[in-house]
């Protein structure tokens, strides 16, 4: 079947493709029972639509042209009966189907979503999150259409074709012949047609794509946009977008109308000439009325599965664009790799950095460490300094094992990081940054949001002890209150408040502050970083700043320069450190 599928579709590399498909498969696999059950099911609905014109034909030619009036009544009461059980067959399947269709989306959804979780902010940057979320939505939902639908939409047609062709042949053999002219001329023009509407799909998937990108790019940029007076042209630019998904979705329907156009003419003219032959049979007395009407409606009810299965190699073309640009999601490899043998830290770590010859650099050329050695010790302050874009937040991303170095190893508590489970490792390990992430949800929610069992009385000593008590009690619902998605409702400080409460109730071997006080006035950051250095005093802390104020008081200071972490007397208070390192 997976072979099969492979070869309909006209891609470049059938062996990406087949592969591509046994991934999708292991989605249907555990729905096989489901499955089984609904095709049952199908094939009862089948043989009910399948049973109509029969009685039809019996009504007309046995009981009407025949004069029985109670076989009359009894075909009238066979067709009532067989039409609603046919109904409620077709409501319990649309159920079932619609049940089984969202169990495999959400599956498959949910597998990507966890495997995006796993890969590094290079992934991100290098990406537009509006492509991403094109993928995880459109294209997901077209492989599951594909998937679910068009597969049972295939099965029905194939019992229906075989029903009505069997029916067909036992009216009349010779007229059935027409059937067999029109099926191969319908199936060679498919064939003509399937590259334009791969490459058509392809084109209009990534316009929409666009279009998502861009809404996911402004939206959250609306102050921004309004503050430079920008909002005609970013109108403008979605104008233009639209445009152009429009115009790629209207070629797509031509093509597809041209693709759809020529078979269904050939299927109109097949039962012309049918209706031609056929009447002329009746005319002359060779053939009965009935028996004319059924073979017409199963002769429409043999081309619809032929054209629906024709439609389905049409939807492989497309489904097959999809199912290539969400495997590029799923091909994308993590960066870091799951120890094979973890060690598991123990309870208390002492939070002890080393840094043994590290070397890393985003392009190989271009190195943000060479060789580098330093020492975070346990229970200290650490200043990171340097100019900016030298490196420091990538050094507390190999911290965090966004990235290994290339070569060299960073050991905590004497253990590499490669061979420390990476939640455990995380768990111990706070950032304050000067981007603070908040979710959608109340106040409380968004502080427990790295330890969700922490107690309520923990909570309220971390809002006390991050200096929000005052704020909260301004608060309508208190610490239930609900801030805005993105935190848009809180000022810079207090969002920053909230990241420190966050770290407090992580208790962590490691708090990182990367410009955590930038967005409050000094005298509150004089605050903050007393209660920080009291509040976590036994544990390991870096702290990265601009500010010299904010540098005070830390026990060592670590200057990133030329690719190496230096020792940097504590008489420098120039930030920037260049000349510290002389
Ligand atoms: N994901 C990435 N891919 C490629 N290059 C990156 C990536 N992240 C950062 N860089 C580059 O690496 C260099 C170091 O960046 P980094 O953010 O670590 O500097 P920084 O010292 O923390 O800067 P700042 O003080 O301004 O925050 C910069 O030149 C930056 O452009």
Known sequence: ???????????????????????????????????????????LGSAFVLLQPWLTKMLIDDALLAG??????????????????????????????TQLSGRILFALREHLYCHLQTLSPRFFGGRRIGDILSRLDGDVSQIQRFAVDSLFSAFSSVLGLVGALVLL????????????????????????????VERQTRIMRERSADLSSFLVETLPAMKFIQASAQEKREANKLNGLSDRYLGELLNLQVVEFFTQAIPSTLTSLTRAAAFLIGGYWVIQGQWQLGSLIAFSTYLGMATGPVQSLLGLYVAIQRMSVSLDRVMELRRATPEVSLPEQPVTLPEHVQGDIVFEQVTFGYQADRPILSQANARFSAGRSTA??????????????????????????????????????????RQHIAVVSQEVTLFRGSLADNIRYA????????????????????????????????????????????????????????????????????????????????????????????????????????????????????????????????????
């Open 68 to 97: 029985d009036y109670n076989l009359l009544l009894v075909m009238a009461g066979a067709m009532i009966g067989v039409g609603i059980l046919s109904t409620i067959l077709s409501g319990v399947n649309r159920y079932l189907h």
């Open 169 to 196: 042949v036992s009216l009349s053999w010779q007229l059935s012949l027409l059937v067999l002219v029109l099926i191969p001329l319908e199936v060679l023009w498919l064939r003509w047609m399937r590259r334009k």
């Open 384 to 425: 990171l300094i340097g100019p900016s874009g030298v490196g420091k937040s990538t050094v507390i991303d190999l911290l965090l094992r966004y990235y290994d170095p290339s070569q060299g190893r960073i050991l905590l508590d004497g253990v590499e990081l490669r061979h420390i489970p990476l939640d455990q490792l």
């Open 1 to 43: 079947m997976v072979k099969w599928l492979a070869a309909a579709v006209d891609g470049k590399d059938p062996a990406k493709l087949e592969q591509a498909f046994r991934w999708l498969y292991t989605f249907i696999r555990p729905h096989r029972r489901a499955i089984i059950g609904l095709l049952g099911l199908s094939m």
């Open 451 to 582: 330890a969700p069992s922490a107690t309520q009385e923990q909570l309220l000593h971390a809002i006390e002890m991050a200096q929000l008590t005052d704020w909260v009690a301004t608060l309508p619902q208190g610490i239930e209150t609900p801030i805005g998605e993105r935190g848009s409702q809180l000022s810079g400080g207090q969002k920053q408040r909230v990241a420190i409460a966050r770290a407090l109730l992580q208790q962590p071997s490691i708090l990182i502050l990367d410009e955590a006080t930038s967005a409050v006035d000094e005298a509150t950051e004089r605050e903050v970083i007393t209660n920080v250095n009291r509040l976590f005093s036994g544990t390991t802390r870096i702290v990265i700043s601009h500010r010299a104020s904010t540098l005070v008081d830390v026990d060592e200071r670590l200057l990133l320069h030329e690719q190496q972490l230096l020792d940097d007397l504590p008489r420098h208070t120039d930030t920037t450190g260049v000349q510290g390192a002389s």
